[in-house]
Protein backbone atom coordinates (compact mmCIF):
# COMPACT_ATOMS: atom_id res chain seq x y z
CA UNK A 1 0.00 0.00 0.00
CA UNK A 2 1.50 3.40 -0.74
CA UNK A 3 -0.47 7.04 -0.23
CA UNK A 4 2.65 9.04 -1.59
CA UNK A 5 1.06 12.23 -0.54
CA UNK A 6 -1.20 13.61 2.34
CA UNK A 7 -1.44 16.50 5.07
CA UNK A 8 -2.58 14.93 8.27
CA UNK A 9 -2.12 17.37 11.26
CA UNK A 10 -0.46 15.95 14.41
CA UNK A 11 -1.92 18.40 16.95
CA UNK A 12 -1.49 16.37 20.37
CA UNK A 13 1.04 14.06 21.52
CA UNK A 14 1.25 11.78 24.83
CA UNK A 15 4.25 9.56 26.17
CA UNK A 16 4.60 7.36 28.93
CA UNK A 17 7.94 5.37 28.61
CA UNK A 18 10.55 4.18 30.52
CA UNK A 19 12.17 7.37 30.33
CA UNK A 20 8.52 8.92 32.83
CA UNK A 21 5.43 10.42 32.25
CA UNK A 22 4.73 12.61 29.73
CA UNK A 23 6.23 14.28 26.68
CA UNK A 24 9.17 16.07 28.07
CA UNK A 25 10.98 13.49 29.45
CA UNK A 26 10.84 11.84 26.15
CA UNK A 27 12.13 14.56 24.58
CA UNK A 28 15.00 14.81 27.01
CA UNK A 29 15.62 11.48 27.03
CA UNK A 30 15.87 11.22 22.74
CA UNK A 31 17.96 14.69 22.72
CA UNK A 32 20.48 13.31 24.87
CA UNK A 33 20.40 9.97 24.27
CA UNK A 34 20.08 8.58 27.41
CA UNK A 35 19.73 5.07 27.90
CA UNK A 36 16.41 4.81 30.57
CA UNK A 37 16.82 0.67 30.66
CA UNK A 38 17.22 -0.84 33.98
CA UNK A 39 18.54 -5.02 34.45
CA UNK A 40 16.15 -7.29 34.76
CA UNK A 41 15.69 -8.57 38.52
CA UNK A 42 17.91 -11.22 39.13
CA UNK A 43 14.56 -13.01 40.63
CA UNK A 44 12.65 -12.50 37.63
CA UNK A 45 15.09 -14.43 34.74
CA UNK A 46 17.26 -16.51 37.64
CA UNK A 47 20.17 -14.76 36.18
CA UNK A 48 21.49 -11.28 35.26
CA UNK A 49 22.51 -9.28 32.27
CA UNK A 50 19.57 -8.30 30.95
CA UNK A 51 17.99 -5.19 30.80
CA UNK A 52 14.41 -4.23 29.98
CA UNK A 53 12.60 -1.09 29.81
CA UNK A 54 10.02 -0.48 32.55
CA UNK A 55 7.65 2.31 32.61
CA UNK A 56 8.23 2.88 36.33
CA UNK A 57 7.40 6.53 37.42
CA UNK A 58 3.61 5.76 35.88
CA UNK A 59 1.30 5.16 38.75
CA UNK A 60 -2.49 5.14 38.16
CA UNK A 61 -3.17 6.54 41.37
CA UNK A 62 -2.11 9.90 40.05
CA UNK A 63 -4.48 10.00 37.39
CA UNK A 64 -7.66 8.44 38.94
CA UNK A 65 -8.74 6.77 42.40
CA UNK A 66 -7.88 3.38 43.23
CA UNK A 67 -11.15 1.90 43.26
CA UNK A 68 -11.49 3.02 39.71
CA UNK A 69 -7.88 1.84 38.77
CA UNK A 70 -8.83 -1.55 39.94
CA UNK A 71 -11.32 -2.06 37.12
CA UNK A 72 -8.34 -1.70 34.01
CA UNK A 73 -5.86 -3.77 33.43
CA UNK A 74 -2.18 -1.99 32.66
CA UNK A 75 -2.41 -1.42 29.44
CA UNK A 76 -5.88 0.07 29.67
CA UNK A 77 -4.72 2.56 32.11
CA UNK A 78 -1.61 3.69 30.31
CA UNK A 79 -3.98 4.21 27.11
CA UNK A 80 -6.91 5.72 29.22
CA UNK A 81 -4.26 7.92 31.04
CA UNK A 82 -2.26 9.14 27.54
CA UNK A 83 -5.41 9.40 25.29
CA UNK A 84 -6.05 12.03 28.28
CA UNK A 85 -3.00 13.45 27.82
CA UNK A 86 -3.16 13.81 24.33
CA UNK A 87 -6.13 15.36 23.70
CA UNK A 88 -5.14 17.88 26.46
CA UNK A 89 -1.99 18.53 24.83
CA UNK A 90 -4.47 18.93 21.46
CA UNK A 91 -7.07 21.32 22.97
CA UNK A 92 -9.78 19.05 22.49
CA UNK A 93 -12.55 18.70 24.55
CA UNK A 94 -14.80 15.78 23.75
CA UNK A 95 -17.95 16.91 25.33
CA UNK A 96 -17.27 20.56 23.58
CA UNK A 97 -18.29 18.60 20.15
CA UNK A 98 -19.48 16.05 18.49
CA UNK A 99 -18.17 12.89 20.36
CA UNK A 100 -18.81 10.67 17.01
CA UNK A 101 -16.37 12.16 15.02
CA UNK A 102 -13.28 12.13 17.75
CA UNK A 103 -11.97 7.67 17.18
CA UNK A 104 -9.50 5.76 18.11
CA UNK A 105 -6.98 3.68 16.71
CA UNK A 106 -4.38 1.77 18.65
CA UNK A 107 -1.70 -0.96 18.45
CA UNK A 108 -1.38 -3.63 20.80
CA UNK A 109 1.21 -6.52 21.51
CA UNK A 110 0.71 -7.94 25.35
CA UNK A 111 -2.51 -6.46 26.09
CA UNK A 112 -4.30 -7.57 28.96
CA UNK A 113 -1.67 -10.21 29.41
CA UNK A 114 -1.37 -10.17 32.87
CA UNK A 115 -5.31 -10.27 33.37
CA UNK A 116 -5.49 -13.24 31.43
CA UNK A 117 -3.06 -15.06 33.44
CA UNK A 118 -4.84 -14.42 36.69
CA UNK A 119 -8.20 -15.35 35.03
CA UNK A 120 -7.04 -18.54 33.93
CA UNK A 121 -5.27 -19.42 36.89
CA UNK A 122 -8.45 -19.81 38.95
CA UNK A 123 -9.83 -21.90 36.20
CA UNK A 124 -6.72 -24.56 36.08
CA UNK A 125 -6.04 -24.21 39.95
CA UNK A 126 -9.85 -24.43 40.55
CA UNK A 127 -11.89 -25.19 37.65
CA UNK A 128 -15.52 -23.15 37.08
CA UNK A 129 -15.56 -21.79 40.72
CA UNK A 130 -11.92 -20.08 40.56
CA UNK A 131 -13.12 -17.85 37.40
CA UNK A 132 -12.97 -14.18 38.39
CA UNK A 133 -16.01 -12.47 35.78
CA UNK A 134 -14.59 -8.70 36.54
CA UNK A 135 -11.24 -10.03 35.26
CA UNK A 136 -12.73 -11.12 31.53
CA UNK A 137 -13.24 -8.04 29.97
CA UNK A 138 -9.62 -6.97 30.07
CA UNK A 139 -7.91 -10.18 28.66
CA UNK A 140 -8.17 -8.86 25.24
CA UNK A 141 -6.16 -6.71 23.51
CA UNK A 142 -8.72 -4.19 22.19
CA UNK A 143 -9.42 -3.71 26.23
CA UNK A 144 -7.27 -0.76 25.86
CA UNK A 145 -8.84 1.43 23.37
CA UNK A 146 -11.77 0.31 24.12
CA UNK A 147 -11.78 1.60 28.14
CA UNK A 148 -10.40 4.64 26.73
CA UNK A 149 -13.05 5.47 24.52
CA UNK A 150 -15.66 5.25 27.51
CA UNK A 151 -13.44 7.12 29.68
CA UNK A 152 -13.01 10.47 27.63
CA UNK A 153 -16.42 9.90 25.52
CA UNK A 154 -14.93 8.78 22.02
CA UNK A 155 -18.25 7.76 20.27
CA UNK A 156 -16.17 7.42 16.76
CA UNK A 157 -14.17 4.75 15.02
CA UNK A 158 -12.45 2.39 17.18
CA UNK A 159 -9.67 0.07 16.40
CA UNK A 160 -6.93 -1.99 17.66
CA UNK A 161 -4.39 -3.09 15.30
CA UNK A 162 -1.97 -6.63 16.53
CA UNK A 163 0.28 -6.69 13.40
CA UNK A 164 3.87 -8.10 15.32
CA UNK A 165 6.32 -5.08 15.58
CA UNK A 166 4.06 -2.39 13.10
CA UNK A 167 1.67 -3.15 15.24
CA UNK A 168 1.62 0.83 15.90
CA UNK A 169 1.94 1.59 12.54
CA UNK A 170 -0.85 -0.56 11.32
CA UNK A 171 -3.04 1.70 13.89
CA UNK A 172 -1.98 5.22 12.76
CA UNK A 173 -2.40 3.88 9.10
CA UNK A 174 -6.16 2.99 9.18
CA UNK A 175 -6.51 6.31 11.53
CA UNK A 176 -5.21 8.17 8.58
CA UNK A 177 -7.03 6.34 6.08
CA UNK A 178 -10.86 7.36 8.38
CA UNK A 179 -9.60 11.13 8.57
CA UNK A 180 -9.35 11.06 4.40
CA UNK A 181 -12.21 8.94 4.09
CA UNK A 182 -14.60 11.97 6.48
CA UNK A 183 -15.23 8.59 8.58
CA UNK A 184 -13.90 10.69 11.35
CA UNK A 185 -12.61 14.62 12.47
CA UNK A 186 -10.26 13.73 14.98
CA UNK A 187 -8.14 10.21 15.67
CA UNK A 188 -6.09 9.57 18.73
CA UNK A 189 -3.18 6.84 17.27
CA UNK A 190 -0.42 4.95 18.55
CA UNK A 191 0.50 1.78 20.88
CA UNK A 192 0.45 0.28 23.99
CA UNK A 193 2.29 -2.62 25.66
CA UNK A 194 2.79 -3.72 29.04
CA UNK A 195 5.70 -6.19 30.43
CA UNK A 196 5.05 -8.70 32.96
CA UNK A 197 8.13 -11.10 34.38
CA UNK A 198 6.18 -14.28 33.03
CA UNK A 199 6.64 -12.97 29.18
CA UNK A 200 10.62 -12.33 30.11
CA UNK A 201 10.56 -15.58 31.14
CA UNK A 202 8.82 -17.11 27.67
CA UNK A 203 10.97 -15.13 25.78
CA UNK A 204 13.93 -16.43 27.52
CA UNK A 205 12.32 -20.11 26.85
CA UNK A 206 12.37 -19.59 23.32
CA UNK A 207 15.47 -17.81 22.97
CA UNK A 208 14.62 -14.86 21.88
CA UNK A 209 16.02 -12.21 25.23
CA UNK A 210 19.44 -11.69 23.02
CA UNK A 211 17.49 -11.04 19.51
CA UNK A 212 14.13 -10.06 19.10
CA UNK A 213 12.98 -9.44 22.41
CA UNK A 214 16.20 -8.38 23.96
CA UNK A 215 15.35 -4.79 26.15
CA UNK A 216 11.80 -5.19 25.75
CA UNK A 217 9.72 -2.17 26.95
CA UNK A 218 6.29 -1.11 27.58
CA UNK A 219 4.18 2.15 27.66
CA UNK A 220 2.47 4.34 25.62
CA UNK A 221 2.23 6.18 22.69
CA UNK A 222 -0.64 8.50 21.15
CA UNK A 223 -0.84 11.03 18.30
CA UNK A 224 -3.71 13.26 17.96
CA UNK A 225 -4.50 13.06 14.13
CA UNK A 226 -6.76 15.47 12.20
CA UNK A 227 -7.33 16.80 8.49
CA UNK A 228 -5.04 19.64 8.18
CA UNK A 229 -8.21 22.20 6.97
CA UNK A 230 -9.93 20.59 10.54
CA UNK A 231 -7.08 21.77 12.05
CA UNK A 232 -6.76 25.22 10.74
CA UNK A 233 -10.15 25.72 11.32
CA UNK A 234 -9.72 25.35 15.31
CA UNK A 235 -6.72 27.32 15.07
CA UNK A 236 -4.72 24.16 16.36
CA UNK A 237 -1.34 23.56 17.10
CA UNK A 238 0.95 21.82 14.96
CA UNK A 239 3.10 19.02 16.66
CA UNK A 240 3.98 18.06 13.08
CA UNK A 241 2.46 16.37 9.57
CA UNK A 242 1.94 12.73 8.34
CA UNK A 243 2.24 13.96 4.54
CA UNK A 244 3.13 10.02 3.30
CA UNK A 245 2.56 6.47 4.56
CA UNK A 246 4.01 3.19 2.34
CA UNK A 247 4.02 -0.29 3.08
CA UNK A 248 4.91 -3.98 1.90
CA UNK A 249 4.44 -6.80 3.01
CA UNK A 250 7.59 -9.16 2.26
CA UNK A 251 10.91 -8.31 0.64
CA UNK A 252 11.25 -11.55 -1.56
CA UNK A 253 14.27 -13.20 -2.25
CA UNK A 254 16.50 -11.69 -5.23
CA UNK A 255 13.71 -8.56 -5.16
CA UNK A 256 14.52 -6.86 -1.76
CA UNK A 257 15.85 -3.66 -3.34
CA UNK A 258 12.87 -3.46 -5.22
CA UNK A 259 10.30 -3.69 -2.50
CA UNK A 260 12.88 -1.42 -0.08
CA UNK A 261 12.41 1.30 -3.07
CA UNK A 262 9.07 1.31 -2.41
CA UNK A 263 9.24 2.10 1.43
CA UNK A 264 12.40 5.28 0.36
CA UNK A 265 10.45 9.02 0.38
CA UNK A 266 10.38 10.81 -2.14
CA UNK A 267 13.03 13.14 -0.74
CA UNK A 268 15.99 12.85 1.29
CA UNK A 269 14.98 13.29 5.08
CA UNK A 270 16.81 15.01 7.95
CA UNK A 271 16.67 12.42 10.53
CA UNK A 272 15.27 8.54 10.36
CA UNK A 273 13.66 6.90 13.53
CA UNK A 274 13.26 2.89 13.47
CA UNK A 275 10.84 1.09 15.29
CA UNK A 276 10.65 -2.75 15.95
CA UNK A 277 13.43 -4.73 13.98
CA UNK A 278 13.47 -1.81 11.50
CA UNK A 279 17.90 -1.55 12.52
CA UNK A 280 18.35 -4.63 12.33
CA UNK A 281 17.47 -5.14 8.75
CA UNK A 282 20.61 -4.10 6.79
CA UNK A 283 18.36 -4.27 3.75
CA UNK A 284 16.57 -1.11 5.22
CA UNK A 285 19.54 0.69 6.69
CA UNK A 286 21.66 0.81 3.54
CA UNK A 287 19.89 3.10 1.40
CA UNK A 288 20.40 6.25 4.01
CA UNK A 289 23.90 5.97 5.13
CA UNK A 290 24.26 9.36 5.32
CA UNK A 291 20.55 10.51 7.36
CA UNK A 292 21.20 10.96 10.88
CA UNK A 293 19.31 7.89 13.10
CA UNK A 294 17.63 7.32 16.25
CA UNK A 295 16.43 4.18 16.98
CA UNK A 296 14.38 4.88 20.73
CA UNK A 297 14.15 1.12 21.34
CA UNK A 298 17.82 1.11 22.59
CA UNK A 299 16.85 3.97 25.21
CA UNK A 300 13.30 3.26 26.23
CA UNK A 301 12.67 -0.63 25.13
CA UNK A 302 11.06 -2.17 21.95
CA UNK A 303 8.07 -4.30 21.46
CA UNK A 304 4.94 -4.81 19.38
CA UNK A 305 3.52 -1.62 19.46
CA UNK A 306 6.24 0.60 20.28
CA UNK A 307 5.40 2.28 17.30
CA UNK A 308 3.81 5.05 18.63
CA UNK A 309 6.37 6.14 21.19
CA UNK A 310 8.98 5.95 18.57
CA UNK A 311 7.11 7.94 16.04
CA UNK A 312 6.23 10.57 19.01
CA UNK A 313 9.80 11.09 20.02
CA UNK A 314 11.10 11.81 16.34
CA UNK A 315 8.22 14.25 16.27
CA UNK A 316 9.41 15.69 19.68
CA UNK A 317 13.06 16.21 18.14
CA UNK A 318 12.60 16.57 14.71
CA UNK A 319 13.26 20.85 14.19
CA UNK A 320 10.19 22.55 12.73
CA UNK A 321 9.22 22.07 9.06
CA UNK A 322 12.54 19.48 8.39
CA UNK A 323 11.70 15.90 6.86
CA UNK A 324 11.97 13.04 8.79
CA UNK A 325 11.05 9.00 8.05
CA UNK A 326 9.88 6.35 10.35
CA UNK A 327 10.70 3.15 9.61
CA UNK A 328 9.32 0.28 10.97
CA UNK A 329 9.70 -3.61 10.92
CA UNK A 330 8.47 -7.24 11.90
CA UNK A 331 11.31 -10.24 10.86
CA UNK A 332 9.92 -11.28 7.72
CA UNK A 333 7.54 -8.34 7.30
CA UNK A 334 5.29 -6.44 7.04
CA UNK A 335 7.32 -3.04 6.74
CA UNK A 336 5.96 0.20 7.02
CA UNK A 337 7.24 4.28 6.37
CA UNK A 338 6.25 7.08 7.61
CA UNK A 339 7.01 10.12 6.43
CA UNK A 340 6.57 13.59 8.54
CA UNK A 341 7.42 17.22 8.79
CA UNK A 342 8.14 19.08 12.31
CA UNK A 343 6.24 21.14 14.02
CA UNK A 344 6.27 23.73 17.12
CA UNK A 345 8.02 22.02 20.01
CA UNK A 346 5.96 24.14 22.97
Not at 39 to 50: C, D, I, N, Q, S
Not at 71 to 88: E, I, N, P, W, Y
Not at 138 to 153: D, L, Q
Request: with cysteine; glycine share 12%.
Amino acid sequence: MSIPSMDIAVTGLAAISAAGVGIEPLRETMAQRQCRLTPVPVEVLGTGGYLWGKADAFRAADFMPPLKARKFDRCSLLATVAAGMALADAGIDPKGGDPTRIGIALGCGFGGIANSVEFLSGYFSRGVEGLVPMLFPNTVANAAASNASIEHGLKGPNVTQVQRFCSAEAAIQMACRFLEEGRADVMLAGGVDELTPLMMAGFRAAGQLRTYARSFGEGCGILVLERRDHAERRAARLRGRITGLRTVGMLPAGREREAVDRLMPPATPALVSFSGAAADNTALTTPLPAVPAMEPGNLIGRSLAMGGLALAALLLVLPEDARGLHLAASPEGPYHAIDVTGGMRA
